[in-house]
């Protein structure tokens, strides 16, 4: 074990008994405190563990990260398992509270999101599995009088010839020793759980219908609320006559909060009733005037500005200037809303004990944060109960729904108040997806080389709103993602990003700028093999000579669709690659025509370096996820605006694929054995240029703005 990173990582830096059990995983100014606990035989009590194992030989994850369908449940159970040497179905889970111990390293809160949860656990939850293994051996070899080498561990007990413990009967003694400062992990070729087929320890619950998510949670003498709030996003409450619905029967309270004013009611329907009945005048704000083409004009406009290096070398002028070939072109991203299935919802009861928060949040360090805000008691007695996701994709990285409900209890002091929205609410109060406008200007030599790649992207940051001072010098960097991480090795290359808002809130959506990168860039270096007279995917294999991975997966893609073959009438393909959060992947569309003009997709080959996939199953899953939300991207959906106001309210006007549009989705894992790459978010990116470069190759018309039923393409 590196003892510099446990040290900066602050995980495993001790261990203690709690009520006669084994914890492993707690930050250091607990030690005191745990010490003395298990001096006293305490009650147990859970503070700041990783993994937790009972004298019942009960073994407990404390999972750091939320649940939203990406399955961390069973991948970081698996972690533990796989070196604790238990089967990861013995594995409980409970979700684990807000503390620093389980910051995400890869994004510096407590966050779910960035495809980082595998990646950032990988290390640090195998160390405590092997920690706790490691102390459970030697407690057995203590107790035995025999060398540690010769006690082995296996499937929840220490053995040493005829002798036999439980992990829980040799918890107690287990935790009394010091931790140890020298830990091997398995390799690889070791692992017996990670990189199998596992079921998903979720399933049971989720199947027979009894996983808890925000909307499923109750409480004791819980009442309802629903929230009417500006049509102009940002908009203040002027006034409000709310005789109407303080008038009807079950109505409890009328609460203006500023943004809205909600009505608490005895049940739901109540409260929306009583809402509907309200007469409001609003301040509407500067938002009252925008609409889509003021913002486009704004990104475009804002592209003219010099902008900030993402990365560069060469001397692209020049090489332009010299070029044979010259391409310029320019590419456009709608807004997007995250239609998450479950919509925004809290229950919060705000007492003289503080505040208890129950909600789907990827974000429970900020629902702390913002609840302490809104409901004025201190964040030390704010309590965050996360629940099951029902749909996440950015949009709960976002804690505003959470602030509302915590302000709205406020009013109504030891009383449980359940705040949900409306599909129409959510649609309309989003965080959307910002637009991007694109530039980029590429040079090829006589003999069809890329010799110059200027790129240029204007968008709004993200950042900049979440988490100010992350941005430095002009350069958010989670809007740089899928062109810092650019794979193809280009002589001359520029690449410059302008912030640039546009008057509307703007949130993370599934594959962040990796989506809005790949579309433009992955288009326009399709866009260069045709100038350039070659076939795209050999392009692109030129230009990856010193990304072996990359090549890879890319050369997979092409083989298992057929790349190269002679296709039928009407029936075309398209590709795509890049790397995105540490995973190589490349992706080819089929579509083809049907007879009445309209454009079906029909197939998404996938080809997948994850490093090592943990839970196969679930990386296939998350791909095949991922296509779905890509396809959203690349359809028909985008919000629009006219007088402030969002046009968008619920599923008919901003549409997801239907069942009979979802093409076949393949896809190859190609593990490297390499660190574990992303993958919630991973599935994302290539769709949209893989079919609009698709859409070239069958019809000759370059598409370079989403949604593609803008440029009057149907789909079948």
Known sequence: ?????????????????????????????????????????????????????????????????????????????????????????????????????????????????????????????????????????????????????????????????????????????????????????????????????????????????????????????????????????????????????????????????????????????????????????????????????????????????????????????????????????????????????????????????????????????GAQGVAAARSGVPAAKVRIFPQFIGGGFGRRLDVDFIGQAAAIAKAVPGTPVKLIWTREDDTRNDFYRPASYHALRGGIDAKGALVAFDYKFASASVTNRMFPGVTKNGLDPLMTEGAIDLTYDIANERQRVVIQEFGLRVGYWRSVSHALNAFAIEGFIDELAHAAGKDPVAFRLALLGKQPRQQAVLERAAKEAGWGQKLAAGKAQGIASMESYGTHQALVADISKTASGAIRIDKLTYAVDPGIAVHPDQVLAQIQGGAVSGLINTLTAKITLKDGRVEQSNFHNYQLPRMNQMPKIDVVLMPSGDAPGGMGEVGVPLVAPAIANAVFALTGQRVRTLPLADAKLMFA
């Open 1 to 365: 074990m590196n003892t510099a990173n446990l040290s900066r990582r602050k995980f495993l830096e001790t261990s203690a008994v709690l009520g006669g059990g084994l914890v492993v995983g707690l930050t250091l100014p607990l030690r005191g405190a745990l010490a003395k606990a298990a001096a006293t035989n305490a009650k147990p009590v859970q503070a700041n563990a990783w993994v937790r194992i009972a004298p019942d030989n009960t073994i407990t994850l404390i999972c750091h990260r939320n649940e939203m369908g990406q399955d961390v449940h069973t991948s970081l159970a698996l972690l533990i398992a796989e070196e604790l040497e238990v089967d990861v179905d013995k594995v409980k889970v409970e979700q684990a509270p807000v503390d620093p111990v389980y910051v995400n390293a890869l994004l510096g809160a407590q966050i779910t999101g960035g495809s980082s949860s595998v990646r950032d656990a990988w290390t640090k939850l195998r160390e405590a599995g092997a920690t706790a293994r490691t102390q459970l051996v030697a407690a057995a070899a203590n107790e035995w009088k025999v060398p540690v080498a010769d006690c082995v561990a296996k499937d929840g007990a220490v053995s040493h010839g005829n002798k036999h413990k439980t992990y829980g009967e040799l918890a107690t003694a287990a935790a009394k020793l010091p931790a140890p400062t020298n830990i091997a992990l398995k390799k690889p070729a070791d692992f017996t759980q990670i990189g199998k087929h596992q079921h998903r320890l979720d399933t049971p619950a989720k199947a027979r219908g009894k996983a808890i998510f925000g909307i499923d949670v109750t409480q004791p003498g819980m009442v309802h609320a629903s929230l009417e709030q500006c049509p102009v996003i940002g908009g203040k409450v002027l006034s409000v006559d709310d005789s109407k619905a303080k008038a009807m029967p079950g109505v409890r309270a009328v609460v203006n909060i500023g943004e809205g004013v909600a009505v608490i009611a005895d049940h739901y329907w109540t409260a929306k009733k009583a809402r509907e009945a309200l007469t409001i005048t609003w301040d509407y704000g500067p938002g009252a005037s925008l609409d889509n083409a003021k913002i486009e004009a704004t990104l475009k406009e804002g592209a003219k500005q010099d902008g900030s290096v993402i990365r560069q070398h060469g001397d692209v002028d020049a090489a332009l200037k010299s070029a044979a070939k010259k391409v310029d072109a320019e590419y456009r991203l709608q807004l997007l809303a995250h239609a998450t299935l479950e919509p925004m919802n809290c229950l919060a009861l705000v007492s003289d004990a503080g505040c208890d928060i129950w909600a789907s949040t990827q974000f429970p360090q």
